[in-house]
Structure formats: structure tokens, C-alpha cells
């Protein structure tokens, strides 16, 4: 029978196994988050935060579990089933984290209140339309929208689908457009001369970041909107003619610079 040091080094022995299955799944999973996080997606949206938490939370219910449970001192058949329960459980918090990220990634960007928000495909389940089809508005992954605000005639109708059948205005197919319309952010000249101000002025840390990587670089060379993603803003870089080129995170100190990226 074992005793002392010897039962805790057989549990790490046992552990050891799981803590590889975990290994496999925290790699795998980091990549499938940056894959359906992509971009700025992954720091500001979610994709990294919901890594941290799923690959955290497995690895308590698997080789830390299999630590504290596992007694090397019991019989073989006790054995066996202890390690295909904790197995068991592992495997099922993988699948729940999986779906967790799967549930949580963006499908589309869309514009509106001043800044873009990424949304789900449950944000496009009332609607009853494939989400597939904004990728005719827009050639990204995942497409950059504009939505619109709604024309006088249409304020109605829009109301009903929101108080009715629970459908948000980005949700409503007649309101989303290109980011190349004609009253989307990035053809308002007023809105872009802001910006550019903003980001040319002495100090700006968000320009001084991009220049970092494109050190000839100017603010006038481009077009810019925010974004507002669940844990940190940003600022969207697209060329003059509407294509995204790149993004900056927007750190919390400087929040407070521009008015159009407070809350």
C-alpha cells in the first residue's frame, strides 16, 4: 500500500494524462478562438477572455480534479471507474466550452450609435434569414455593415419588429447596407476630418502605435470608425476606397481624448 509522498507522486502520474488531454484541448481551443475571434476580434471582443476562462476552468475539472480524487491505494475495478468518471467530466466541460465560444463569436460588425458592435448569430435568429447573406453587403470575415438609421415612413414598421418579434434594427434586412453608402461613417467628410484631427495631434498614442508598423504613415491616408467590443475599444483603419486595412486598440488612457469614443 502506498504511503506519504509515494500516493502523491502515483496522483500526479495519473494526472498526467489529463493534464496532456488538457494541454491538446487549451491549444486547440486557442486556435479555434482566434479563428472565429479574428482580428481585433480576439483582444476587444471576447476570443482571448473566453480562452482564458474555458481553458481555466478545465483545467480545475481535469488534472487538478484528478489531484484531489484519484486514490492509488484502490482496487483496480475502483480505479478504472474513478479515472472514466473524471475523464467523463473533463470531456464534458470541453464540449461546454467549445459550444460557449462557438455561441459567443461575432458574425457580422455592424454600425450604429457612432461606433461599430460586433453581434452573434443569435442577434439574427428572430429575423428567420441566413447570416450568410451579409456577406453580399461586405467582403470581410466577418462583413463590416452599416445600419442605417430608419426613414421617417419606416420608424413604424421598425418599432413593430423590435417590440413584436424581438427583432433589433441591425437585424432587419432593409436597414443594413455597405460601409459604402453614401451616409455611412465612412463617407461623412465632417466625421473623418474629426478624426483625422484627432489621431494628428501631438501625443496621439493611437497614432504613434500604428506608426510603429507603418512608419511613413499619415491621417489623411485613410478612413476610420470605432468599434466597441465587450472588453475593450478600438479604432478600425480602412483605406480611401472603404477596403479595412488594420486597427489599433484603444487603451484606456486615452479614452477620455476623443468625445466620440466615450459611452
Request: hydrophobic residues 45%; aromatic residues 10%.
Given at each position: 500500500?502506498?504511503?506519504?509522498?509515494?500516493?502523491?507522486?502515483?496522483?500526479?502520474?495519473?494526472?498526467?494524462?489529463?493534464?496532456?488531454?488538457w494541454l491538446v484541448f487549451a491549444l486547440g481551443t486557442g486556435v479555434l478562438s482566434y479563428v472565429l475571434f479574428p482580428s481585433f476580434h480576439f483582444m476587444a471582443d471576447g476570443g482571448w477572455q473566453g480562452w482564458r476562462i474555458v481553458a481555466a476552468v478545465d483545467f480545475v475539472m481535469g488534472p487538478l480534479l484528478f489531484v484531489v480524487v484519484y486514490a492509488p491505494n484502490k482496487a483496480r475495478r475502483l480505479l478504472?471507474?474513478?479515472?472514466?468518471?473524471?475523464?467523463?467530466?473533463?470531456?464534458?466541460?470541453?464540449?461546454?466550452?467549445?459550444?460557449?465560444?462557438?455561441?459567443?463569436?461575432?458574425?457580422a460588425d455592424n454600425y450604429g450609435y457612432g461606433f461599430f458592435q460586433s453581434a452573434t448569430a443569435s442577434s439574427y435568429?428572430?429575423?428567420?434569414?441566413?447570416?450568410?447573406?451579409?456577406?453580399?453587403?461586405?467582403?470581410?470575415?466577418?462583413?463590416?455593415?452599416?445600419?442605417?438609421?430608419?426613414?421617417?415612413?419606416?420608424?413604424?414598421?421598425?418599432?413593430?419588429?423590435?417590440?413584436?418579434?424581438?427583432?433589433?434594427?441591425?437585424?432587419?434586412?432593409?436597414?443594413?447596407?455597405?460601409?459604402?453608402?453614401?451616409?455611412?461613417?465612412?463617407?461623412?467628410?465632417?466625421?473623418?476630418?474629426?478624426l483625422r484631427h484627432w489621431l494628428g495631434s501631438s501625443g496621439n498614442m493611437?497614432?504613434?502605435?500604428?506608426?510603429?508598423?507603418?512608419?511613413?504613415d499619415r491621417p489623411e491616408n485613410h478612413k476610420y470608425a470605432f468599434f466597441m467590443g465587450r472588453y475593450h475599444r478600438a479604432l478600425l483603419i480602412f483605406s480611401l476606397t472603404d477596403k479595412f486595412q488594420g486597427y489599433e486598440l484603444i487603451r484606456r488612457d486615452v479614452y477620455s481624448g476623443y468625445e466620440g469614443i466615450k459611452k
Open positions: 500500500m502506498l504511503q506519504g509522498k509515494d500516493i502523491f507522486w502515483a496522483k500526479l502520474k495519473a494526472a498526467r494524462y489529463s493534464f496532456l488531454l478504472v471507474m474513478d479515472m472514466t468518471i473524471l475523464i467523463s467530466i473533463q470531456f464534458t466541460v470541453m464540449g461546454w466550452g467549445l459550444y460557449k465560444v462557438f455561441q459567443q463569436h461575432p458574425v435568429r428572430a429575423a428567420g434569414w441566413d447570416v450568410r447573406r451579409l456577406s453580399t453587403l461586405s467582403p470581410e470575415h466577418p462583413p463590416i455593415i452599416y445600419v442605417r438609421v430608419p426613414k421617417p415612413q419606416e420608424i413604424k414598421h421598425t418599432l413593430a419588429l423590435i417590440l413584436q418579434q424581438g427583432i433589433p434594427a441591425s437585424a432587419q434586412w432593409n436597414l443594413l447596407e455597405s460601409i459604402q453608402a453614401q451616409d455611412s461613417p465612412l463617407q461623412n467628410i465632417k466625421n473623418q476630418m474629426s493611437v497614432w504613434l502605435d500604428w506608426l510603429k508598423q507603418h512608419p511613413e
